[in-house]
């Protein structure tokens, strides 16, 4: 691997961690500036998305409720360079997701396959969406309660298992 193609390389990465960095601070133009105009969306139990504009109208939707708060965590990039400009990658997505208002707190991992796309000399998501590995939701009241909601082997496991995220 020559070090330009390394240099494109870490510019992927920069790209996935500022769409994650936006996901979790609410920074809905962060986000925006994250995706190509025709960009697509495959998150866990949703519809697919179609354009940057649908994309965005369901990451408001489903997170901008002041009582969500989120970390989702990324690592273990593997990116494959197909040309000057279009790259794919897949990444482990490990998210917690805190609604105290339901009093519950959702965990899980996922693999995301992503698609990028270099515009105007800058890389943009083309295209995302995950496949959970796991997902477990945890009760916030006194009364302990953990529930595996949806597994990559077992889909579906109980109440909640449609999925949730970015």
């Known amino acids: 691997m020559s070090p330009e193609e ?5 510019a992927i990465k920069v790209l996935k ?9 609410k920074d809905w133009d962060l986000v925006e ?3 190509t105009d025709d960009a697509r969306a495959r998150y866990g139990g949703v519809p697919d998305l179609d354009g940057r504009d649908a994309v965005l109208a369901f990451l408001r939707d489903s997170l901008s409720d002041e009582g969500f708060v989120t970390s989702h965590c990324v ?9 000057p400009d279009r790259a794919r990658g897949t990444w482990l997505l490990r998210d917690v997701v805190i609604v105290p208002a339901a009093q519950l707190t959702l965990r899980g991992a996922a693999f995301y ?8 000399g800058r890389w943009l998501l083309s295209s995302t969406g ?15 309660d953990l529930r595996l909601t949806a597994t990559w082997f077992g889909g579906a496991t109980g109440p909640g298992a449609a999925g949730s995220g970015a």
């Open 6 to 10: 390394l240099v494109e390389i870490e």
């Open 17 to 25: 961690h500022r769409y994650m960095r936006g996901v979790d601070l």
């Open 33 to 35: 500036s994250c995706f």
């Open 75 to 83: 690592s273990q990039p593997e990116i494959e360079l197909l040309g």
């Open 113 to 120: 396959d992503d698609e990028y796309r270099r515009v105007d």
């Open 130 to 144: 995950y496949r959970r590995v796991y997902e477990e939701v945890e009760s916030r009241r006194p009364e302990p």
